[in-house]
């Protein structure tokens, strides 16, 4: 069973950037598509980005094109996720999650980290 860990939040300006990091252990991290959610105060839980373990166009929510990146290192089982142009709109908790299947959106995930915050102040 793999496990999660995210990193890299905090409080940040407006216009700023920051890198989120998703270390996995306890599975085969390059046969897991992996995801990153957030869920604000109030808000639903929403898919910001996702990319499939077997390749393939990652996927962002319209709000975050242009401004996010997805990736993955295999060689050291961590997903990232680059964070530019900051809105105050981006803040929340910051999910980290992972399945086994190829598809990304519309699915359910079968492993999750536990949250990292992140704050933009305007």
């Known amino acids: 069973q793999v496990q999660l860990a995210e990193s890299g939040g905090g409080l940040v300006q407006a216009g700023d950037s920051l890198r989120l990091s998703c270390a996995a252990s306890?599975?085969?991290?390059?046969?897991?598509?992996m995801a990153w959610f957030r869920q604000a105060p109030g808000k639903q839980r929403e898919l910001v980005a996702g990319?499939?373990?077997?390749?393939?166009?990652?996927y962002y929510t319209n709000s975050v094109k242009g401004r996010f990146t997805i990736s993955r290192d295999n060689a050291k089982n961590t997903v990232y996720l680059q964070m530019n142009s900051l809105k105050p709109e981006d803040t929340a908790v910051y999910y980290c999650?992972?399945?086994?299947?190829?598809?990304?959106?519309?699915?359910?995930?079968?492993?999750w980290g536990q949250g990292t915050q992140v704050t933009v102040s305007s």
């Open positions: 999650a992972a399945r086994s299947e190829s598809t990304i959106v519309y699915v359910s995930y079968d492993h």
């Open positions: 990319i499939a373990w077997n390749g393939g166009s990652p």
């Open positions: 306890g599975g085969t991290f390059s046969r897991y598509s």
